[in-house]
C-alpha cells in the first residue's frame, strides 16, 4: 500500500518519517522547500503537487493548518479526491471543525474515495516517534482496510465514531482539557517565581504528585529551561484548537469556563510573542509580574 502526506511541517514530518521506516513508498508535498528537502533526506518521494501525492497514494494523510486548507487540498480543482482511485482513503489528521470535516465528507459521496476523520494527539515527540493517538472515524471496514497505515504512524487507534467529525468533536473535548492545564501550569509557574520558588524542586514535587500529569511536565521543563520557541509546539496551534472548541461549545450551548480563561491566556502570549511555542504564555506573565523561573 502506497502512502502520501500534504503538509510537512513538525507533525506531518513525522508521519511521513514512521510511514518510511515501517516500509511504505511514500510521497509528499509542502510548500516549503525545505521541507521538501528534509523529506527526500528521510526517503521519501517528493512531488510537485497535490494532484500528483493523489495520483500515487492509496491512503493521504492531510496534516494542515485549518479547515479551509483542508477543503483546498481535498476538494480544490487539482485536489486528492479528483486525482485518487477509488477505494482509496484520505487520513484527516489535522485538527478542523467538526462542521468542516463533515462538509468535505459530504462533498466526497459518490468519488469512491473515504474520508478517515482522525485527528491526533501526541504533539511534535508523538509525531515524530510514531506514538501519537488517533481519534478515528469511519466505518468499520474502512479502518480495517487501512489500519496497517495508521499503525505506523501511531501507538493508540480509538475508534470515536463511524461519521466525520466525530474524531474532530473528541480532539475539541481533549483541547479543552489540554489547554485548561496548561493555563493553570502558567499560572503556578509564575507565583513560583514570584516567590522565589526553584524550578526543579517545583519539578520534582509537581511530577510526582497527582497533578503530575505528561501535559504539565512538559510545559513545566519548558518553562524552567527556558525553551520558548522551536519545541515543536507553536502557540498558533493552540490558539487555532481552543477557537474551534470554544466556537462548539458556544453552537451546544455548553459554558466552558476554564477553557475560556485559558484561552485569554493563549491569546495574550499569541499577541507578544506570535512565532513562539505554548510556553511564552508563562513568559507573558513572568514579565507582568517581574520574576522568572529558572531549574
Not at 523529506?39 to 492531510?62: K, L, R
Not at 480544490?76 to 489528521?93: D, F, P, R, W, Y
Not at 519539578?203 to 518553562?223: H, K, P, R
Not at 466556537?247 to 466552558?256: C, K
Request: net charge negative; proline share 2%; hydrophobic share 45%.
Amino acid at each position: 500500500m502506497r502512502a502520501g502526506v500534504i503538509g510537512l511541517g513538525d507533525m506531518g514530518s513525522g508521519l511521513a518519517k514512521n510511514l518510511i521506516k515501517n516500509g511504505i513508498l511514500t510521497t509528499g508535498f509542502d510548500l516549503s522547500n525545505l521541507r521538501m528537502d528534509a523529506f527526500v533526506q528521510m526517503g521519501g518521494t517528493p512531488v510537485a503537487s497535490i494532484a500528483e501525492v493523489g495520483n500515487n497514494s492509496d491512503a493521504v494523510f492531510v496534516m494542515v493548518m485549518n479547515g479551509e486548507q483542508a477543503k483546498s487540498v481535498i476538494l480544490g480543482e487539482n485536489g486528492l479526491a479528483s486525482h485518487m482511485s477509488k477505494g482509496g482513503a484520505v487520513l484527516l489528521t489535522a485538527t478542523i471543525k467538526p462542521v468542516e470535516a463533515r462538509e468535505i465528507d459530504t462533498a466526497l459521496q459518490g468519488s469512491g474515495v473515504h474520508l478517515i476523520d482522525s485527528p491526533v494527539s501526541g504533539g511534535f515527540p508523538g509525531a515524530q516517534n510514531g506514538t501519537l493517538t488517533m481519534m478515528a472515524a469511519a466505518e468499520s471496514d474502512v479502518l480495517n482496510k487501512y489500519a496497517t497505515i495508521m499503525e505506523a504512524v501511531s501507538s493508540t487507534i480509538h475508534r470515536v465514531g463511524t461519521h466525520a467529525g466525530d474524531g474532530q468533536v473528541m480532539k475539541s473535548c481533549l483541547q479543552t482539557l489540554i489547554g485548561s492545564i496548561f493555563g493553570a501550569t502558567f499560572e503556578a509557574t509564575t507565583l513560583a517565581a514570584k516567590a522565589g520558588v526553584s524550578g526543579q524542586a517545583l519539578y520534582d514535587v509537581f511530577s510526582t504528585s497527582g497533578a503530575g500529569c505528561g501535559v504539565a511536565n512538559v510545559a513545566l521543563e519548558n518553562i524552567i529551561d527556558r525553551k520558548f520557541e522551536g519545541t515543536g509546539s507553536g502557540i498558533r496551534t493552540m490558539h487555532k484548537d481552543l477557537t474551534i472548541s470554544l466556537n462548539m461549545a458556544e453552537e451546544l450551548g455548553v459554558p466552558l469556563l476554564m477553557a475560556s480563561t485559558a484561552m485569554q491566556i493563549f491569546h495574550q502570549g499569541k499577541s507578544k510573542y506570535p512565532e513562539g511555542d505554548n510556553w511564552v504564555c508563562a513568559r507573558v506573565m513572568e514579565e507582568i509580574v517581574g520574576a522568572e523561573l529558572h531549574r
